[in-house]
């Protein structure tokens, strides 16, 4: 009787702390992880906003979060805490019913000039961490006090370079999205350089109460593993190839124990004739055992990339009715405008898929891929490159017969190869889909995307002809690692996100230029390849200071890449407007049960048109969407600096506001004290846009 008497209690406290664990992980009032949970949803159950009273919502809390400048985060919110990150990438946590700051935590040393998308959170029942990355540390902290907790790791900390090759332990390297937690694993994310110097993008877990590395996936596969045929044989060592990495995060199906992980190009992104074949397992989507990292199935969605295709996002999660009965399945966007979408267990496509021929006139050296999948449906939700006609020139534009013979002389086929004459990229580099996201209702089947339609010019330059012109080696330097973002003459491109180098030391001391050289900022990489020798001379050069004599003994880091791409130059009016025509930005309702379209309306407004008149334009957009299972969907996003809700049912306008700066960043909706709240960061500085730091919260008056 006492022995049953003892299992019976052993049994309760069991069930208890397991119920006491999914409290804290999982209520209903809670934002628990990145976008919303492990499905990457953006999805709440939350229905004291409705379409009756959003109109009334307004400014409940503000928080100062400290340093001014891009925040992407997308806070967490668990038992009435908010967690997140700021500018300078210190965690925080706040009252989340006031705003009030409870605790934060930065390295004082440092100033990671980095962006990051927020937090993790791990839970026993007794015990709960933040997990969140400081350059290429993860750092465990005490939920309730922000404290780092010293038998993690070193002294609360790992160096994300565990686990990998020991000529990969000086490369670039950060996560600025959060890990993935399963069970008592952390599933990292890496952003890496995209160069030929890049480490590999291997997939890592860690034990969550250690730090200890618990399993790794090589992207680049070794002798012996599925894949290794699609590289050359040694590619695998990272002397000349690296990332295929995961940057943008991944989703989790518990039940199943399955993590589903996109992956980005190989590097070097534009040119790869050191690297021929297909290229597994960069641009894929993986489903990995989430206990084991062996995996499951694969499908890659860019073979070869040559045109920095990489998966922009998490997938979603979500059930659909598929040929009569309903199916768990995941769905992929991408930068392409293409949502793929397959059977979560086996990773059948749910709708055809083709490979369709594609060019392969490549630069001398470059092995083309012959063929690109192309899904049947849904149709793409942002304009191919193949679609454009010099007649498709912005028509408010001063230059369009410009404009026109500049689409003439670019090459535009789809999937048309780099070349020194020039490409249309659209979508562009950044999408299509981002990094923001889409909503999606796991139960119905439908999926909200947010996309740009803004296009770029990828023009290739010849290394050796540059070598024929006798420059210093501070000059070769700024070309070869700087020039394609910040232009010949250091006045960047602000449209394109690139900020002027002009006079940058009036503006900012050595040091701190030095610094984000080594370890980047925003979403530069760190340039950890360069000697010390060659940082001083790039600093002479940006100084004004570069003489030959100063550089001629110093021999320069090799490059292996004869081709490299002039800039990353958007294909603008004179006006810095976009070059083709409506629409810039794009809100997509699609139901993934049919393939078809419920809705597509322009997002955002060229705020300079709109003062002429001229609506709909949409514009760009960076940061997703929040969905709410009463028929909500929020976003703000766009340049205009508005904060929007609509009628997700049919697209409709319900409510707007504007922020105090543009929120480039995913929303979070919860629940304290009997109150929803719907909170934004609210950074600016993207796109030209004034910075800031705020965190701010919107409610129903009482």
């Known amino acids: 009787m006492k022995n049953k008497l003892l299992l019976t209690s052993i049994l309760i406290v069991t069930l208890l702390s397991a119920f006491n664990r999914l409290k804290i992980v999982s209520s209903d009032e809670d934002w628990p992880s990145y976008l919303g949970g492990n499905n990457r949803n953006h999805y709440s159950t939350l229905k004291q906003i409705n379409l009756q009273n959003v109109h009334q919502l307004q400014v409940a809390w503000t928080y100062a979060s400290g340093d001014s400048g891009q925040i992407q985060a997308n806070p967490i919110i668990i038992n009435g805490i908010l967690y997140s990150v700021n500018a300078s990438v210190q965690a925080f946590a706040l009252d989340a019913s006031t705003g009030k700051e ?14 990051s998308r927020g937090v993790s959170y791990w839970s026993d029942g007794h015990e709960s961490r933040i997990l969140f990355t400081a350059g290429p540390n993860l750092w465990a902290l005490d939920a309730k006090t922000g404290k780092p907790i010293s038998s993690f790791g070193q002294g609360g900390k790992i160096d994300l370079h565990e686990g990998l090759p020991e000529n990969a332990k000086n490369k670039f390297l950060v996560s600025n999205t959060p890990g993935t937690i399963y069970k008592d694993l952390i599933i990292m994310p890496l952003r890496l350089s995209e160069g030929e110097d890049a480490a590999p993008g291997d997939i890592r877990a860690f034990n969550v109460k250690t730090g200890k590395l618990a399993w790794t996936f090589h992207t680049i596969p070794y002798p012996g593993e599925y894949g290794y045929s699609t590289f050359p044989k040694d590619a695998y060592q990272n002397t000349y190839v690296g990332a295929a990495n995961n940057w943008a995060g991944m989703a989790l199906d518990e039940s199943k124990g399955i993590v589903y992980v996109p992956t980005g190009s190989a590097g070097y992104d534009f040119w790869g004739g050191n690297r021929p074949g297909s290229n597994l397992f960069a641009n894929c989507l993986l489903a990995l055992d989430a206990t084991t990292g062996k995996r499951i199935w694969h499908f890659q969605t860019t073979h070869h990339d040559l045109w920095d ?18 199916i768990d399945a995941v769905a992929q966007i991408t930068k392409q405008g293409f949502v793929f979408l397959f059977d979560r267990s086996n990773g059948k496509p749910l709708f055809p898929i083709v490979e369709r021929k594609v060019p392969v006139n490549g630069l001398p050296g470059e092995k083309a891929w012959f063929s690109q999948p192309y899904p049947l449906k849904p149709a793409p939700y942002a304009r191919q490159s193949d679609e454009i006609s010099p007649k498709d020139v912005n028509p408010y534009a001063e230059n369009k017969a410009e404009l026109s013979q500049q689409l003439k002389a670019l090459k535009r086929a ?84 690139y900020p002027t180098l002009v006079d940058i030391f009036q503006r900012k001391d050595k040091a701190f230029v030095k610094q984000i050289i080594q370890q980047g900022k925003g979403m530069m990489p760190g340039f950890t390849q360069l000697k010390a020798t060659e940082i001083d001379a790039l600093l002479s050069f940006l100084g004004h200071e570069d003489k030959q004599e100063i550089t ?19 294909f603008l009016d004179k006006q810095g407007k976009a070059g083709i025509s409506p629409p810039w930005g794009t809100l997509n309702a699609i139901d993934l049960n049919t393939g078809e379209y419920l809705w597509k309306i322009p997002l955002g407004e060229d705020i300079d048109l709109a003062k002429k008149g001229i609506k709909n334009t949409g514009i760009e957009n960076y940061g997703g969407p929040l969905l709410t299972e009463n028929g909500l969907l929020f976003i703000a996003a766009t340049k205009d600096a508005k904060f929007r809700a609509y009628e997700s049912k049919t697209g409709k306008l319900v409510w707007e506001t504007t922020l105090p700066a543009a929120g480039f960043a995913t929303p979070s909706t919860y629940m304290v004290k009997g109150k929803q709240f719907i909170v934004i960061a609210c950074g600016g500085t993207k796109l030209g846009t004034p910075k800031n730091n705020q965190y701010v919260a919107f409610a129903l008056p009482d």
């Open 552 to 570: 001629t003994n110093i021999k320069s880091t090799a490059s292996k890449i004869p081709y490299r791409m002039t800039g990353y130059n958007k």
């Open 309 to 326: 295709r990489d998966l922009p996002a998490p997938p979603n999660l979500i059930r659909v009715k598929h040929q009569g009965k309903y």
């Open 102 to 115: 409870i605790w934060r935590f930065g390295d004082p040393l440092k100033n990671w000039a980095s962006t």
């Open 414 to 497: 789809w999937y048309a190869p780099p070349s020194e004459k020039g490409t249309l990229i659209l979508p562009g580099f950044d999408g299509g889909g981002e990094w923001g996201g889409a909503a999606a209702d796991p139960k119905a089947g439908i999926i909200y995307i947010n996309s740009n339609e803004m296009a770029w010019i990828q023009k290739m330059e010849n290394q050796a002809n540059k070598q024929k012109h006798k420059i210093s080696l501070a000059k070769s330097l700024y070309q070869n690692n700087c020039q394609s973002c910040h232009g010949a003459n250091l006045k960047g491109n602000i449209q394109s996100g």
